[in-house]
């Protein structure tokens, strides 16, 4: 039991996930690593739907019952098309210079492209259309959502081209969207947050004003955390090529300290306004994050 335990884990390890090449294996692995966990958790049973049919209900046009279906079962199944998925959601990447920071194996941008190359491949599996935008100071590429299968390979194919690159606006970009976004939807974001957490808020509030769900998965290093630099060192902004020459021990008590600020007001501005927030770091497995997905889709469809 140890061993099966270990197996399907490290599919979700990000340090694991960092070894593959191909961001379709990536995507294939971590979610079905997440799926056998998942009837292994407290979750066993969690509604995990991948059918591309449903049930014949009264009022249904009999032209779209599958006869094939019925022969094998001898039950009456329609296909399920497009129009009628469960979900429409868009993937917001930040893929401003500050993601490309790492102080590890992996940066917070590759963080971000595996978390939504593997939750794009549950929601299509799913039937959910998904849709991909990518951006820094301004939206870099716009993949409107969709619900076909062979989506799913232009949607990874742009995440495995994606850099860090320029500066943020976080703020700009999230109202652009919003006034763009006719359809109401679950809006999902990867971003580091680094930005005026004011600005970022009032972005975030114009989703929900347009009556989007949005979940917010708050990516940082460990190291931008805690702080747990040993040595005189020379820091960088990315964004902006400043540089700080310091010895980190004598301003880590207070750089912590700040940082729990900054992270409190999201956590607190975001439970008020009613979108989910979710603090990770580029050193936890992926499955926290699938999870999220799942309970707030099934908390969306009731």
């Known amino acids: 039991m140890a061993k099966e335990v270990q197996d399907y884990r490290r599919f979700l390890q990000p340090e694991t996930v960092s070894k593959l090449a191909n961001m379709n294996l990536v995507a294939r692995l971590v979610v079905e690593g997440f799926i056998t966990g998942l009837h292994k958790s407290p979750y066993h049973g969690f509604s995990v739907e991948f059918a591309e049919h ?24 329609v296909k399920q098309f497009e129009e009628e998925t469960n979900l429409k959601s868009y993937l917001l990447v930040d893929a401003s210079a500050s993601m490309g920071f790492t102080s590890h194996t992996l940066s917070k941008l590759q963080y971000a492209t ?27 590429k716009f993949l409107p959502p969709r619900s076909v299968k ?32 006719h359809r109401r939807g679950l809006v999902i974001i990867f971003s580091d947050l680094l930005d005026d957490p004011h600005k970022v808020m009032a972005g975030l509030k114009h989703f929900r004003h347009k009556k989007h769900e949005v979940i ?64 990770m770091d580029t050193s936890e497995d992926f499955d926290r994050a699938l999870l999220q997905y799942l309970l707030k889709r099934k908390r969306i469809n009731g």
């Open 54 to 77: 449903r049930q014949y209900m009264p009022g249904d046009d009999t032209r779209h019952i599958d006869w094939k279906v019925y022969a094998k079962t001898d039950r009456y199944y």
């Open 114 to 140: 595996y978390l939504a190359a593997g939750l794009s491949y549950l929601m299509l599996k799913q039937r959910d259309s998904v849709g991909l935008i990518t951006f820094d100071q301004k939206i870099r």
């Open 150 to 181: 062979t989506y799913l390979s232009l949607i990874l194919q742009e995440l495995q081209r994606t850099k860090s690159r320029s500066k943020t606006n976080i703020s700009k970009t999230f109202h652009q969207l919003a006034e763009s976004m």
């Open 216 to 279: 917010v998965f708050h990516i940082l290093d460990p190291f931008e955390r805690n702080f747990d630099f040993t040595r005189d060192a020379v820091f960088q902004d990315m964004e902006t090529g400043e540089k700080l020459a310091t010895q980190p021990w004598h301003i880590r008590g207070e750089y912590r300290k700040l940082m729990s600020e900054f992270i409190d007001t999201y956590k607190k501005q975001c439970r008020e306004n009613r979108i989910d927030y979710v603090l």
